[in-house]
């Protein structure tokens, strides 16, 4: 083999094994960034599916089964909201209600309290669906 | 086996001071005269390969050879066990070379009488006092005066010589800037580092697939949408839903914690759309600038006014 040869074969592999470097290294900074990003989405994937298990209609619709009691005097459902009217409620009867709507993930759009008297009180809650 | 050398060259013989030339040309190829180079036959080496003989080529012409040369060798086997061996000395040719003012970059090969000459039969005259002869098998430079019969001018050869495969490039009379031991190690060494990077590059890619696989996953088991605007779109729906609940919620606890008086009670609450309306009994109705000042540190009030000892407020959230 002479000069000519070797030279062109060792720059021929030195610049393929730069060629080879560098794509290497843009795709390991590649991967670094992928794997950066699927943690992200893991996280957010994760924090989007606990505020949607919160909010969304189904659950609401569990939580206002268990808030219903023999006091209620309306019960209506719309496509988009859900109308609960509880009447001639105690104070305890009051507190207990007033606790399970506010402990609970549904979505107020109205809450209206009327006493009546010392043992008399109403109260409305809108849901939205 | 004789090949026809590149007709694009000029083919010269060179004896000391002496070029014997075809025609002129850029590029040359080279007879050396038998002055120029060292032969001998070893008829009965235990020795098969033409490999094995070049190594002990040599302590083979020990003796034979000047002390002070720089030397190259060639070996050809002639017959089962019977091997030649050519040497020269590059320098020596290099210096001729310089003398008959021909150019290293100028020169395509060097072949050697020997092989060129061997199947000739008649002399060969090189100028008037010497001529070649083929002795032995091997071609020797005699005088001109002690041949008898007739001889051919080396001159009428050349033209119609077809040359043997027995050369050396011009490269082999350069100074190496590498040489063939050190350049297959490199080469090779080369060569392991591109294959490691060439596994390192597929292994990335596999993996960099592996996470876009992965990522797919977390999309479908999650349902989450195609694009990243859109999942931050949804997201933010549901925290604004998130944190609006939250704050009625607080809101609400802060009125139930309202600091009442024995015989005070709201008579009416009413939460729509961000807005608070109550209705609150006071004992008095001095009452209601302390419960104005604990309302208005939670609530933006929009209006509020005292009525029969009752209190009427319209707040924002």
């Keep these: ?129 | 086996m004789k090949r026809f050398y590149n007709r694009d060259s000029s083919l010269i013989f060179v004896d000391k001071n002496l070029k014997i030339q075809t025609r002129e040309s850029k590029k040359y190829n080279l007879i050396l005269s038998p002055s120029l180079y060292w032969t001998k036959i070893e008829r009965e080496l235990p020795i098969k390969r033409v490999s094995e003989v070049k190594k002990l080529a040599s302590s083979l012409l020990d003796g034979m050879l000047p002390s002070d040369g720089d030397f190259l060798f060639r070996v050809k086997k002639l017959r089962e066990s019977e091997f030649l061996i050519i040497a020269f000395d590059k320098n020596r040719v290099k210096s001729i070379l310089d003398e008959l003012n021909i150019e290293l970059s100028t020169l395509d090969s060097i072949y050697f009488a020997q092989n060129e000459f061997d199947s000739i039969e008649n002399p060969i005259s090189i100028n008037n006092e010497d001529s070649l002869i083929n002795i032995d098998g091997v071609v020797q430079k005699i005088p001109s005066r002690y041949i008898k019969a007739y001889s051919t001018p080396v001159k009428n050869i050349l033209n119609s010589l077809s040359l043997s495969k027995e050369r050396f490039s011009a490269y082999d009379l350069e100074d190496k800037f590498i040489d063939s031991k050190s350049f297959y190690i490199l080469t090779t060494l080369l060569s392991l580092i591109v294959i490691l990077n060439l596994v390192e590059y597929f292994l990335y890619k596999i993996e960099i697939d592996r996470v876009y696989q992965a990522r797919d996953k977390v999309f479908q088991r999650y349902n989450l949408p195609a694009t990243t605007f859109q999942l931050e779109s949804i997201k933010s729906k549901f925290i604004s839903i998130d944190r609006e609940q939250i704050k009625l919620r607080e809101k609400l606890y802060y009125l139930d914690k309202t600091p009442l008086l024995r015989g005070e009670h709201f008579k009416e609450l009413d939460l729509k759309n961000a807005k608070i309306d109550i209705a609150l009994k006071l004992n008095r109705q001095n009452r209601a600038e302390a419960i104005k000042n604990y309302l208005i540190k939670e609530f933006k009030i929009d209006s509020i006014r005292v009525k029969d000892d009752t209190l009427y407020a319209k707040m924002s959230i």
Excluded: C, G
């Design chain 1, 1 to 129: 083999m002479n000069r000519n040869s070797m030279l062109i074969v060792i720059f021929s592999l030195a610049m393929l094994l730069i060629v080879l470097y560098i794509s290497k290294s843009r795709l390991k900074d590649t991967l670094s960034i992928n794997q950066a990003n699927l943690e992200i989405v893991k996280v957010e994937a994760i924090e989007l599916d606990n505020l949607r298990k919160k909010w969304e209609a189904k659950s609401s619709t569990t939580i206002i089964n268990q808030i219903k009691s023999p006091k209620l005097t309306r019960d209506e459902r719309s496509s988009k909201k859900h109308i609960l009217v509880f009447e001639s409620l105690n104070p305890n009867e009051l507190n207990s209600i007033t606790n399970k709507i506010l402990n609970a993930n549904i979505k107020i759009s109205n809450f209206k309290v009327n006493r009546v008297s010392d043992t008399n009180s109403s109260l409305q809650l809108e849901v939205e669906i």
